[in-house]
């Protein structure tokens, strides 16, 4: 089976945003503008049933969009536990006041738990955050990432 025009973009999305890759980056690849892959990001969350670009990227990993390593290449320590449990939510898709809510923290602690876990992985953004826990096997691929809106 041939792949589409729309599976062919669709890798190349995921795999740029899994590669901590800016929209702008991955228009450039595309040959499209900056606005159009953020439209397609849109559109594909919504499509999938998904908060956000990190959750969207979570979601890739469970069903096979992106493939997970047999074994990472290298040994990467496992964020401590608080900062595990707030990356759960982020893989979730949950905005940092879902996820100050979930783990009874304040807003700030959860967002300066998504800037620790940001530079823990040395990640650009949230979804390359949630993308390299996947590839080190610090995140299960069966979380629940869809709405149930």
């Known amino acids: 089976m041939t792949?589409?025009?729309?599976?062919?973009?669709?890798?190349?999305?995921?795999?740029?945003?899994?590669?901590g890759e800016s929209y702008t980056t991955i228009a450039d690849g595309l040959g499209v503008r900056t606005g159009t892959?953020?439209?397609?990001?849109?559109?594909?969350?919504?499509?999938v049933g998904v908060p956000d670009r990190a959750a969207l990227v979570s979601y890739a990993y469970h069903v096979g969009w992106l493939a997970l390593p047999d074994r990472p290449?290298?040994?990467?320590?496992?964020?401590?536990?608080?900062?595990?449990?707030?990356?759960?939510?982020?893989?979730?898709?949950?905005?940092?006041?879902?996820?100050a809510a979930r783990l009874g923290i304040s807003l700030r602690t959860a967002q300066t738990y998504g800037e620790r876990l940001r530079a823990h992985y040395g990640a650009r953004h949230?979804?390359?955050?949630?993308?390299?826990?996947?590839?080190?096997?610090?995140?299960?691929?069966?979380?629940?990432t869809r709405s149930s809106s």
């Open 3 to 19: 792949p589409t025009a729309a599976d062919v973009r669709r890798a190349r999305i995921l795999a740029g945003l899994a590669a």
């Open 37 to 47: 892959v953020g439209d397609w990001v849109y559109e594909l969350t919504a499509r």
């Open 73 to 99: 290449a290298t040994t990467f320590p496992c964020p401590l536990p608080y900062l595990r449990r707030a990356l759960v939510c982020i893989a979730l898709g949950m905005t940092d006041r879902q996820t």
């Open 126 to 144: 949230r979804a390359h955050a949630v993308a390299l826990a996947h590839q080190h096997h610090h995140l299960p691929t069966n979380l629940t």
